[in-house]
């Protein structure tokens, strides 16, 4: 039981009752939150405009609407002329131009015709059609790959999958301009924009298989190995597990389109595609 005086409850009361109506006073008077300032009609347009670097091409298919209307809504193929047919202008070049672009010829448009003032456009790329690369070779997923915007060699090898098992280390690039160009699969990640340049719509990918090498006689493991750039006479016998107890580096032969090298050193020798390697006992 609380041994406070009855004048000090009363005193309490007193406060918390005047303190009440106070509190409800200062929060009725506190200033509203301000709303968010709605998006200009820029913004509006750069966000729908996304995609800033894709140039349309025949066969393109785009969505466009204007914000808060209802009678333009359209979604459109761009014909082999170049031309998209749209709600009261009718038929409208569309090619070789970004959404950004052509957003703002359509809105122009609009808007010098008289049928809209000020209108906040959208134009998106609903379907790729004109613009790809082609991939080929020893990947995942071998095709026509949509450029919606500017790839690194490494981005397009990974929306394709990748290189299957088997496949070699390195990468065909044959531009639609320029010198083609073998550029090593692991440099794509590792090094810098000169290793793994960006791709354009028409250039040709390709993976080739791996260059192949053979090791039998007496080895470890004799079979099949793909070969690696710059690789030595050693380095393909330690690939085969090593010579055995019953084998010598002395007895080494290699093969080589069907003619057999008259000299060769473990360390100096560089293994080459097709090469077939033996390794034979050694004398007791």
């Given at each position: 039981?609380?041994?406070?005086?009855?004048?000090?409850?009363?005193?309490?009361?007193?406060?918390?009752?005047?303190?009440a109506?106070?509190?409800?006073?200062?929060?009725?008077?506190?200033?509203?939150?301000?709303?968010?300032?709605?998006?200009?009609?820029?913004?509006?347009?750069?966000?729908?405009?996304?995609?800033?670097?894709y140039i349309?091409?025949?066969?393109?298919?785009?969505?466009?609407d204007?914000?808060?209307?209802?009678?333009?809504?359209?979604?459109?193929?761009?014909?082999?002329?170049?031309?998209?047919?749209?709600?009261?202008?009718?038929s409208?070049?569309?090619?070789?131009r970004?959404?950004?672009?052509?957003t703002?010829?359509?809105?122009?448009?609009?808007?010098?015709?008289?049928?809209?003032?000020?209108?906040?456009?959208?134009?998106?790329?609903?379907?790729?059609?004109?613009?790809?690369v082609i991939?080929?070779?020893?990947?995942?997923?071998?095709?026509?790959?949509?450029?919606?915007?500017?790839?690194h060699?490494?981005?397009?090898?990974?929306?394709?999958?990748?290189?299957?098992?088997?496949?070699?280390?390195?990468?065909v690039?044959?531009?639609?301009?320029?010198?083609?160009r073998?550029?090593?699969?692991?440099?794509?990640?590792?090094?810098?924009?000169?290793?793994?340049?960006?791709?354009?719509?028409?250039?040709?990918?390709?993976?080739?298989?791996?260059?192949?090498?053979?090791?039998?006689?007496?080895?470890k493991?004799?079979?099949?190995?793909?070969?690696e750039?710059?690789?030595?006479?050693?380095?393909?016998?330690?690939?085969?597990?090593?010579?055995?107890?019953?084998?010598?580096?002395?007895?080494?032969?290699?093969?080589?389109?069907?003619?057999?090298?008259?000299?060769?050193?473990?360390?100096?020798?560089?293994?080459?595609?097709?090469?077939?390697?033996?390794?034979?006992?050694?004398?007791?």
């Amino acid at each position: 039981m609380s041994t406070r005086p009855p004048s000090a409850i009363l005193w309490t009361c007193a406060a918390l009752a005047l303190a009440a109506p106070a509190a409800a006073l200062a929060q009725a008077a506190a200033p509203p939150a301000p709303a968010p300032a709605p998006a200009s009609a820029d913004a509006i347009s750069q966000q729908a405009g996304a995609d800033q670097s894709y140039i349309l091409g025949p066969g393109d298919v785009i969505e466009a609407d204007i914000l808060g209307r209802t009678d333009f809504n359209v979604r459109a193929r761009i014909g082999t002329d170049g031309k998209i047919q749209l709600p009261y202008l009718g038929s409208v070049d569309a090619s070789n131009r970004t959404t950004l672009e052509l957003t703002d010829q359509i809105s122009k448009a609009l808007e010098s015709g008289g049928y809209f003032s000020h209108p906040i456009l959208r134009v998106e790329i609903v379907s790729y059609a004109s613009r790809y690369v082609i991939v080929l070779g020893d990947v995942r997923s071998p095709g026509l790959v949509p450029v919606d915007r500017a790839y690194h060699l490494s981005e397009m090898l990974a929306r394709v999958g990748g290189p299957v098992a088997g496949a070699a280390d390195y990468v065909v690039l044959r531009p639609q301009t320029g010198a083609e160009r073998k550029l090593v699969i692991k440099d794509l990640a590792t090094g810098d924009s000169n290793q793994d340049p960006f791709v354009a719509p028409g250039d040709k990918i390709y993976v080739p298989s791996a260059e192949l090498f053979y090791v039998s006689g007496q080895v470890k493991s004799p079979g099949t190995f793909a070969l690696e750039p710059d690789m030595t006479l050693r380095m393909a016998i330690a690939r085969a597990g090593g010579i055995t107890d019953l084998g010598s580096e002395k007895r080494v032969k290699i093969t080589r389109h069907g003619v057999k090298l008259d000299q060769v050193d473990l360390d100096e020798t560089k293994i080459q595609p097709g090469d077939v390697i033996v390794i034979g006992e050694r004398l007791f």
